[in-house]
């Protein structure tokens, strides 16, 4: 025993080099600068680590936890853990002596991985990773091994594991992918998915999870598979694939939001057009307080219609994405995961987490569900908890393929329950805003009746219950301006606008707004060129014309983004669109209060004073024309001059004069001088 565990130093004077005796690190640089030179050395330590390698793997097979000597020495399990290191930076300068090394390595570490000692085990996964980084192993011989050494209960070699089954898988699609080999180690990680085991299951679920998220496996059969881990028979398992599903745009949204400003630098913006009236008015009108608050104005409506602009953008190029887009069977995972929902005894957040899951499925592919709706009715209470988050998948639940009568007991629910006279302000501002974005996706649940009695709390004291209510009144102005009283239409655009019976579909058979393009790209023409633009009679567009078309598109939405921003006239509400609002993401925080109190005196002088914290302090002038080091002023030189006695006999008298008229005008208006007494 005590001769396989030799230290270095009594190997290299075996060796026959007692003269200089080399550390491992000193001996592994001489190795790379001369390889031929030091083959014994290598051989010698080589056939050092094959011993203790033998004897390990015989105390695998006899089911041993521990050997006497060596299990519980760390001296020896620290040689043989350098020793490894050694061999595997050495390898790529002796390939044919070291050829069955890597194999040796993943032997051990697939056999004896439990019973080894922490520290040895690390040193050993450190030394397999090091040849897969150099290629002398191959990715997918050596994924099983790794997935499972992330099982063992040791936190470090955990995350030393995870990290470099990502950083691998990513570095080998980098360039380009291998779909074949992609292929292959899916089903590595679909298999220990769908185990029994918890720990693996939850282990590959963490592994498709972050390459998803790294946009590494960003294709339909790894979305699918998160998916499908909602069904596993364990809760863990299932509630972390809830979360991935129900917060992954939300990651993307923070990355966004993060990487906004390097994104707008390495990629063409946007284009926003602004009126040069609008830029006048916040650049020049005003106070200079008034001008600082127009410029932050116009500089967020500028930010929003960016990332509006770059997201419409995503989704016309299909480069929009979430894991739900691509179920291959959306009506089936919806309906699994209700019947799951309805014999389930989780708790009541693992439930609110499959309904809302659920209802986004329903809402991003239109799925018919009929039971949901029912099934949502009993929860329908303000005293409820986490009411705001029910009453956002109920409007996620909502479009325009489901028949009315099937949400109509639920609607009227909301609002008996919310909305009368004696519920408090807060959940009449919540159930009117449900309603708004619940009438926003299916505008035939609402009748005259209800709509003006809703309409009456614009008159509320509370302003944010007002506010609701305008905001509901301005949606019908739109949609329906019929149903409102005529006091409350206002005027707006399409007096004989009508929602969309049940079913009806509209058909587009020209391109939108190329009338308008047309007509003013030929009003362009003629005022500057002298004549208009000929007629086209094949009806044809050119690449200028849908230039034109998107110019007036972004104009259109610039006037409306400054009006809700109160820096231009108010416009008529943009009403999204069926496909829209299927994509929007519907959070509880929106259907909440959103007024701003009154702060104290306290607070606006805490506001104050931390506004100040990165100003100096202030000095006034004459104490900074004091402190000056250089010499004095001729001002200031003057002051100090010595005057004749007569001088100064004067200057009395005359600021004797002065002040005695001052006294004088004082009592009266100086109505000035007459001209005959000057």
């Not at 807060?426 to 003006?452: F, H, K, S, W, Y």
Request: proline residues 4%; positive net charge; hydrophobic residues 40%.
């Amino acid at each position: 025993m005590g001769s396989h565990g030799a230290p270095a130093a009594e190997a290299l004077i075996a060796s026959g080099r007692s003269s200089e005796k080399l550390s491992l690190p000193a001996l592994q640089s001489k190795m790379k600068c001369d390889p031929e030179g030091y083959e014994s050395e290598l051989l010698l330590l080589l056939n050092q680590f094959n011993s203790s390698l033998e004897l390990f793997q015989q105390q695998a097979k006899m089911n041993f936890t521990s050997i006497t000597g060596i299990g519980t020495d760390p001296t020896v399990a620290k040689d043989l853990g350098d020793r490894a290191m050694f061999l595997a930076h050495v390898t790529p300068f002796y390939p044919n002596h070291l050829a069955d090394f890597p194999l040796k390595l993943a032997d051990l570490l697939r056999s004896a991985a439990r019973t080894l000692p922490s520290g040895l085990r690390c040193h050993l996964t450190q030394a397999l990773i090091l040849l897969v980084n150099r290629k002398f192993v191959d990715v997918g011989e050596t994924l099983s091994l790794f997935m499972e050494l992330q099982t063992l209960g040791d936190r470090t070699l955990k995350k030393l594991a995870f990290d470099h089954v990502i950083h691998s898988i990513r570095r080998m699609n980098q360039k380009h992918k291998n779909e074949a080999k992609n292929r292959a180690l899916q089903n590595v990680l679909f298999t220990m998915l769908q185990q029994k085991d918890e720990e693996r299951a939850k282990r590959a679920l963490v592994t498709l999870c972050e390459l998803h998220r790294r946009k590494v496996w960003f294709d339909e059969r790894t979305a699918n598979a998160i998916c499908t881990a909602s069904f596993h028979p364990a809760s863990r398992i299932m509630i972390a694939a809830l979360s991935f599903l129900l917060d992954y745009e939300k990651l993307l949204d923070n990355e966004d939001s993060d990487d906004s400003s390097s994104d707008d630098e390495l990629t063409e913006s946007p284009q926003v057009i602004l009126s040069k009236e609008t830029v006048y008015k916040a650049s020049h009108q005003g106070t200079s307080a008034s001008k600082k608050k127009k410029k932050a104005k116009l500089q967020r409506v500028i930010r929003s219609m960016k990332r509006q602009q770059r997201q419409s953008s995503e989704r016309s190029n299909n480069n929009y994405y979430s894991p739900l887009n691509h179920l291959k069977d959306a009506q089936g995972f919806a309906e699994k995961l209700f019947s799951r929902l309805q014999k389930c005894n989780e708790r009541f957040e693992v439930k609110m987490m499959m309904l809302k899951l659920i209802a986004r499925t329903v809402g991003l592919h239109r799925l018919i569900l009929l039971n949901f709706y029912s099934f949502l009715q009993k929860y329908i209470q303000p005293h409820q908890r986490d009411v705001t988050n029910l009453l956002a998948a109920v409007v996620q639940a909502c479009h325009d393929m489901v028949p009315p009568d099937a949400v109509e007991p639920l609607f009227k629910q909301i609002v008996n329950q919310f909305v009368h006279d004696r519920s408090r302000p807060e959940a009449i501002t919540v159930g009117l805003n449900a309603v708004r974005e619940i009438c926003m996706r299916m505008p035939l649940l609402m009748n005259e009746d209800l709509l003006q009695d809703l309409a009456l709390y614009k008159k509320s004291h509370e302003k944010a219950v007002s506010v609701a209510a305008r905001s509901l009144i301005a949606l019908f102005r739109e949609i329906c301006p019929s149903l409102l009283v005529k006091k409350d239409r206002g005027r707006p655009v399409d007096p004989k606008a009508r929602p969309k019976a049940f079913g009806e579909v509209n058909v587009a058979t020209d391109v939108p707004a190329a009338d308008t393009s047309l007509r003013a790209l030929k009003k362009l023409a003629g005022t500057k060129v002298g004549h208009a633009l000929p007629e086209s009679k094949d009806g044809i567009l050119s690449n200028e014309d849908f230039q034109r078309i998107k110019e007036l598109k972004a104009k259109k939405e610039a006037r409306i983004a400054l009006a809700q921003h109160g820096l231009a006239k108010s416009a008529a509400i943009k009403v999204p669109s069926s496909d829209q609002l299927s994509l929007k993401r519907v959070d509880g925080t929106m259907l909440e209060v959103h007024v701003r109190k009154k702060m104290s005196k306290d607070e606006r002088l805490a506001l104050v004073k931390a506004g100040r914290e990165e100003r100096g302090k202030y000095y006034a002038r004459t104490a900074v024309k004091q402190k000056k080091t250089g010499g004095l002023s001729n001002r200031q030189k003057e002051h100090k001059k010595k005057m004749p006695l007569a001088a100064k006999r004067d200057k009395v008298a005359r600021s004797r004069t002065e002040k005695k008229k001052k006294q004088q005008r004082s009592g009266k208006q100086f109505r000035g001088r007459k001209a005959w007494k000057q």
